[in-house]
């Protein structure tokens, strides 16, 4: 019984992760558009934070390069955040939501995107 439940539990993680990651270089490319053109005024084309808007702001933009930290933040709340805004996790306020803008396919490929500056 106990076997079973950790089986469904991977399935489960590997469909979400499967989800959240575009298929193909022609997904991640739209993905890098969608990145290029909304995320990276505030945390930079690198993903380190530094966009042209993070010196404005109050609260730095999070360092998508800082490995350490990025591998403690599961997908679905990278999901939650891009869809939701920061402050419906207590994040930044101007961390804008994106759910109205952006299909959950492209959702998943910003946080495809995002994961990519730690997975060179």
Do not use: E
Request: a positive charge; hydrophobic letters at 40%; aromatic letters at 6%.
């Amino acid at each position: 019984m106990k076997r079973t439940g950790i089986i469904i539990g991977a399935a489960i993680a590997v469909i979400a992760v499967a989800c959240a990651r575009p298929a193909n270089a022609a997904d991640m490319a739209k993905a890098k558009k969608n990145y290029d053109m909304v995320c990276a005024s505030c945390h930079g084309i690198d993903g380190g934070g530094n966009g042209p808007a993070a010196a404005t702001l109050s609260r730095k933009p999070r360092n998508f390069t800082d490995c350490a930290a990025m591998a403690k933040i599961p997908d679905s709340t990278l999901l939650g955040v891009i869809k939701n805004g920061g402050a419906s996790y207590h994040l930044g306020a101007t961390m804008q939501p994106w759910g109205s803008a952006f299909s959950k396919k492209q959702i998943g490929g910003l946080v495809a995107y995002v994961r990519h500056f730690c997975n060179k």
